[in-house]
């Protein structure tokens, strides 16, 4: 969509550190990281929030991948956080879909 940020980085308007990209997911190091790692991973397809995005395919696959990623390095048993913020009052910055893996650290157990 245009003018959307995450949108421009699938398109490699904008630069990005990529860690993951299959046909329809990409996963990229957050530029401003809450933790030693801190990953968004997004869907290609544009879906502005959650509530937007019916395909439940989708996103298992998001969640899957933040799995694999976790895994890959090395945090699984350790533990991590998966985030996903909806519209403005559930945190929402920037309005395409994406869940964060936070992790290497511990996290607070509160929420919000
Ligand atoms: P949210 O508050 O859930 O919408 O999170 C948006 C996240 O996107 C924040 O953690 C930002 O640091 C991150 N972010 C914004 N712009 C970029 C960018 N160009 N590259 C990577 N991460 C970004
Ligand atoms: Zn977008």
Redesign the pocket.
Known sequence: MKGC??C??IERE????IVFEDESILA???????API?I?IMPKRHYSTLPECDDAGLLGRMVATAKEIARERGVEEKGYRL???INRE??????HL?M?LLAGRPLSGKLG
């Open positions: 940020v995450f421009r980085i904008l630069p990005s550190r990229i190091e957050d530029i401003n990281p809450q801190h968004l985030v996903m913020n559930g945190g929402q910055t920037v309005f994406h964060h």
